[in-house]
Antibody
Framework: EVQLLESGGGLVQPGGSLRLSCAAS????????MTWFRQAPGKGLEWVSD??????????????FYADSVKGRFTISRDNSKNTLFLQMNSLRDEDTAVYYC?????????????WGQGTLVTVSS | DIQMIQSPSTLSASVGDRVTITCRAS??????LAWYQQKPGKAPNLLIY???SLESGVPSRFSGSESGTEFTLTISSLQPDDFATYYC?????????FGQGTRLEIK
């Protein structure tokens, strides 16, 4: 059974930093694209960042991808030895307040989301 | 960026009704579209991928179709569990984008 368990959310002041984690189990983590989405209170879904899985002869993943709204402030990474996805969030703004979802994509390089975590709430406020 | 225009934003219907939600892409996305259902306080759940493929475990009353850049989610006979918010998503190009959502309410 695929499970994705986010942690690390909480209250942070504007300009502060937070690191989210997502512990994955039930599938071969290294071979799938992983994604962070977010949803501001009462709003729709927003894609944040992708990191591809290992594929091909080289076994190396491509560079990560970011939404313009977080580029230069957020960094996605993964530790395939620990089946864990991360999102380092720096220079946080009020508008970053949202539930952040970790998600597994159907293939190594993307496609639809076949599994979602339960989400972790990040609140940016002074 | 590819814009996904979803309509209606709110839909009132009764148990047993057939309902249709539409999503129009601002440019060609081939069939790279998914539909998700989200209930309050919960993560989204995949219903349809590649425009018309039913995800495993999803009831057959849900179906998806496409015509050019217009995509449709149909629920053939609404059940009480179907009252939720529905989102379309394109995944052919970055940034990945969603429709604004359709809230399906009980009439």
């Amino acid at each position: 059974e695929v499970q994705l368990l986010e942690s690390g959310g909480g209250l942070v002041q504007p300009g502060g930093s937070l690191r989210l984690s997502c512990a994955a189990s039930g599938f071969t983590f290294s071979t799938y694209c992983m994604t962070w989405f977010r949803q501001a209170p009462g709003k729709g879904l927003e894609w944040v960042s992708d990191i591809h899985g290992n594929a091909g002869i080289s076994g190396r993943a491509s560079n990560p991808f970011y939404a313009d709204s977080v580029k230069g402030r957020f960094t996605i990474s993964r530790d395939n030895s620990k089946n864990t996805l991360f999102l380092q969030m720096n220079s946080l703004r009020d508008e970053d307040t949202a539930v952040y979802y970790c998600a597994k994509r159907r293939a190594f390089n993307g496609y639809d989301v076949d599994y979602w975590g339960q989400g972790t709430l990040v609140t940016v406020s002074s | 960026d590819i814009q996904m225009i979803q309509s209606p934003s709110t839909l009132s219907a009764s148990v047993g009704d057939r309902v249709t939600i539409t999503c129009r892409a601002s440019q060609s996305i081939s069939s790279w579209l998914a539909w998700y259902q989200q209930k309050p306080g919960k993560a989204p759940n995949l219903l349809i991928y590649k425009a018309s493929s039913l995800e495993s475990g999803v009831p057959s009353r849900f179906s998806g179709s496409e015509s050019g850049t217009e995509f449709t989610l149909t629920i053939s006979s609404l059940q009480p569990d179907d009252f939720a918010t529905y989102y379309c998503q394109q995944y052919i190009a970055y940034p990945i984008t969603f429709g604004q959502g359709t809230r399906l309410e009980i009439k």
